[in-house]
């Protein structure tokens, strides 16, 4: 089993940033993939970014530019830094662990207010 857990949401102004922690516990395997996806209201749940055990990365369409995954392997914590918010941004975001099976955190939201 692993465990998730976030913090860094909250409310911010249009063209703010914010930063995303979540630190990874338990069974974790060397190779893995962690990231965020985010969820507005009535909507699907959504990639943002994801970076392998080696430093890879993916982005959405959407946060590429503005948005930065990084990770520190030691302490198993994978960060989100948000530039240039915009209200399309608000959602409920969520860490995620993936090695041979899938685990999430329990969501942080984000508000972006113009």
């Known amino acids: 089993q692993v465990q998730l857990v976030e913090s860094g949401g909250g409310l911010v102004q249009v063209g703010g940033s914010l930063r995303l922690s979540c630190a990874a516990s338990?069974?974790?395997?060397?190779?893995?993939?962690m990231g965020w996806y985010r969820q507005a209201p009535g909507k699907q749940r959504e990639l943002v970014a994801v970076i392998s055990s080696g430093g890879s990365t993916d982005y959405a369409d959407s946060v590429k530019g503005r948005f930065t995954i990084s990770r520190d392997n030691a302490k198993n914590t994978v960060y989100l830094q948000m530039n240039s918010l915009n209200p399309e941004d608000t959602a409920v975001y969520y860490c995620?662990?993936?090695?041979?099976?899938?685990?999430w955190g329990q969501g942080t939201q984000v508000t972006v207010s113009s």
């Open positions: 338990g069974s974790i395997f060397r190779f893995n993939v």
């Open positions: 995620s662990y993936r090695d041979n099976a899938d685990y």
